[in-house]
Nanobody, 127 residues
């Protein structure tokens, strides 16, 4: 099982970035998928979740209206479009799969165990 994030970088406040997560080693299309972030010195923060076919999503209040999660099951890839970035969005961003068996309504604010995460990509928002 492998999750490889990319697309992070440094951007000015108000800017945009698009993160990608390439999945392999498991049947991507059968899993709900998350984005989780962790700022320096803080615990992990759930950002968003998307259903296995991509027709339903949830967002943390802190990113709602600015971030958009999506997926392409044909390419085994998860995305996070981040607009209107703020300094407080600075963090390591991880994609993570939700363990099978968890009900959809139980995925809101759910942070999977670290074994289900990728290696992360750094996003820094600074002027």
């Amino acid at each position: 099982v492998q999750l490889v994030e990319s697309g992070g970088g440094m951007v000015q406040p108000g800017g945009s970035l698009r993160l990608s997560c390439a999945a392999s080693g498991f049947t991507f299309s059968t899993y709900y998928m998350n984005w989780v972030r962790q700022a320096p010195g803080k615990g992990p923060e759930w950002v968003s979740v998307i259903s296995s076919v991509g027709d339903s999503t949830y967002y943390a209040d802190s990113v709602k209206g600015r971030f958009t999660i999506s997926r392409d099951n044909a390419k085994n890839t998860l995305y996070l479009q981040m607009n209107s970035l703020k300094a407080e969005d600075t963090a390591l961003y991880y994609c993570a799969r939700v363990p099978l068996g968890r009900r959809w309504r139980e995925t809101v604010a759910y942070v999977p165990p670290k074994a289900y995460w990728g290696q992360g990509t750094q996003v820094t928002v600074s002027s």
